[in-house]
């Protein structure tokens, strides 16, 4: 069983409709976490309880003429909002968390709608049929066909995001493309080259929105951002370039985490036998211009998610000694040479062969003995 979590593309009435759920969900949880604090000293049980709550919310306030609004909208969100804080409450029985708190709109917009009548297909392509609430577009498609009962809509920022789980295995692919092994040399100027001279690039875009949150932030750097012991408020400009900078940090983030994702599981499924770099990610990082670069590309998430996909996609993921000098060897006749960082094309003093300096490393790596490689853990830190 696993989750799957897609993006909807919706138009100005969706919009609406999916909000307008999203304050019945939350209309309904808080209205059910009054009633149940009104019941709490009763000596019933606790199904019994929720269970008459439930009765007076069908049969009574639904009816009130300043709930009529309710009777507009998909009756599912109500019971899974019933299902939600009853959940709550199972957590604060057992004593995992405190009593379930009013939600609130300001911590986010979410609702689960089901089908009641059991699982429902999902053929594969952009369209999704959510249960009584409709058919909408998907801004990237379903691959295959699929059931599924529960969905749960959710917003971050201005997107909305559909969820729900099917009960299946994700079937590894049965055999790699590539069987020999592959060096991958990770650079700050190229972000992943591979021996075979596939390179993976750091998309545009997040350069650029790394470069507007950087505008961002000095151009606010005189706000009044407010201070508890002065006692002054945070000014409304200032409360609005929080907003914004969130947002934006928020986009960085997701973009950065995609690319990595998408990167590393088709590495994964492509080549069966990979290997990489030791980072020395402390060390790198205590050179002023090469932290950014190392700590903000991700080189250890990069590594970090190639070790855990490896026992789902079979692939054998090994770390190359850290002393191993890859981008100072020639790739063609093993002479070692001084490679300045400012130089970009390998050129041997050897034999003369020149080669693209993270290609010529990549390729020492997939070729370096056996003696200088270990199998990569999950449980490897970056430093030992
Ligand atoms: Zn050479």
New binding site residues.
Partial sequence: MYAIKLELKLNNCERTLMKRHAGYARFCYNMVRTLYLGVMDIKVSRTRKLGLIKKTFTNFIKKQPEYQWTNTLSSRVYQNAFIAFNRGLERFVKGGSGFPNFKRKKSGDSFTVDSSNGPIFLSAGNRIKIPTLGTFRLKEAIGYNCCSQTFTISRTADKWYVSFTVKADKIPPLYHFVCEPTGIDLGVSTFATLSDGTVYQLPGSLKKAKIKLGKLQYRNRNKQLGNKKLGTKKSKNAQKFERNFGKQHANIASRRRDFLQKTTTEISKKYAHIRIEDLNISGMAANHKLAEAVLGSGFYEFRRELVYKSPIYGTVVEVVDRWYPSSKT??????VQPMPLKERVFV??????SCNRDLNAAINLASVSRDRVRMASPELTPVE
């Fill in positions: 020639c790739s063609n006749c093993d002479h041997c003093e050897a034999c003369g062969n």
